[in-house]
């Protein structure tokens, strides 16, 4: 009876053992694996994707002189039940705009403070006997910017049926031109997920 | 009698593990399905047999930032979730590392034509390369 017991214990062990998965980096280029109902990486690309080919396409980021316009990014209000950091969102774009050539953003001037104190903590070094003043940088070098990026992010949660979940989420995003105040672009992307009721969202 | 039960059981299973998979009826075997038409447009890399291109066409915006606009019909006679995705080079022939070339799921039911438009990543791209591939 225990040599029964025992063998059908092995046997169960062997089994779970073989059925563990072992982890596996993700090919996030290619990845076609089932989405999640909360925000995953590829929402946040996919919002980053379109409200970047929808600046190049309507041509605001087109300096009439062919220089670059210098972005300074404003409130990204996070408005689901989860939390994100926007910057997932809004790093991707600037890296997207960076690389066209058009936009380059500062980080000296942010909606919540500067997002590099450095470049006023440096220019403490003014006047400091300690340092060669030729590498100190100058009163009236900062570039202020021409646009602010802003928006939100939304969540809104339906009952589709009995056990159905509708998620929707709004990647809603504005560029508005500083001198004018003027919002010169602004853009939605939906992204909408149906699941088990049971899955979370938040 | 138990000869029965084992092939009632069997059907079942049979009949239970495609519904389990989202996606199954997409990769249904033996469905008709006529060639992509990859070879009518040389910017389409590759595509899935349920998928045929219809038009390939591109234009320069007024800073030469290239925007394609691609129509695509579901020729297979179920549903179809796929994916599509367009890979930009420089000037040197060198594939861009850029998020637009992310994959983009759609879904289409038989006989349902889309057209996708999509924007490349500025002046630096000077070639695209079209792909399809079916979603899981």
């Known amino acids: 009876m225990n040599k029964t017991i025992l063998l059908a214990a092995c046997v169960a062990t062997t089994f779970a053992a073989g059925c563990a998965s072992t982890p596996q980096r993700v090919d996030t280029r290619s990845d076609s694996a089932p989405t999640t109902m909360t925000i995953d990486y590829r929402d946040f690309e996919e919002a980053a994707s379109a409200a970047v080919q929808s600046m190049l396409a309507s041509g605001v980021v087109n300096h009439p002189g062919g220089g670059r316009y210098v972005l300074a990014i404003s409130r990204i209000t996070n408005d689901t039940m989860q939390r994100i950091d926007t910057d997932q969102l809004v790093k991707k774009i600037r890296i997207e705009l960076l690389r066209t050539g058009k936009v380059v953003t500062t980080t000296a001037v942010g909606a919540n403070g500067p997002e590099d104190a450095m470049s006023y903590q440096a220019r403490e070094l003014r006047g400091n006997d300690e340092f060669n003043q030729s590498g100190v940088a100058q009163k009236g070098t900062l570039q202020a910017p021409d646009l602010s990026l802003s928006g939100k992010i939304m969540q809104r949660n339906h009952s589709v049926g009995r056990n159905k979940t509708q998620v929707e989420y709004f990647f809603q995003l504005s560029l508005t031109d500083i001198k004018t105040g003027l919002a010169i672009w602004e853009n939605e992307t939906p992204i909408v997920k149906r699941g088990s009721g049971k899955t979370v969202s938040w | 009698m138990?000869?029965?039960?084992?092939?009632?059981?069997?059907?079942?299973?049979?009949?239970?593990?495609?519904a389990c998979n989202g996606t199954g009826a997409a990769g249904a075997p033996g469905a008709p399905a006529r060639d992509g038409g990859s070879r009518l447009f040389p910017q389409v890399a590759s595509t899935i047999s349920e998928i045929k291109v219809v038009s390939v066409r591109d234009r320069a915006l007024e800073d030469g930032t290239t925007q394609v606009a691609i129509a695509f019909e579901n020729v297979a006679v179920y549903a179809v979730s796929a994916a599509l995705s367009v890979t930009w080079f420089d000037v040197n022939d060198f594939?861009?590392?850029?998020?637009?070339?992310?994959?983009?799921?759609?879904?289409?039911?038989?006989?349902?034509?889309?057209?996708?438009?999509?924007?490349?990543?500025?002046?630096?791209?000077?070639?695209?390369?079209?792909?399809?591939?079916?979603?899981?």
């Open chain 2, 95 to 136: 594939p861009i590392k850029t998020t637009l070339s992310n994959w983009k799921e759609f879904e289409l039911a038989s006989g349902e034509m889309r057209e996708l438009v999509v924007t490349g990543p500025g002046q630096q791209a000077s070639r695209y390369s079209i792909a399809f591939r079916k979603s899981r």
């Open chain 2, 2 to 18: 138990k000869h029965f039960i084992r092939i009632a059981f069997i059907s079942l299973l049979a009949t239970a593990l495609p």
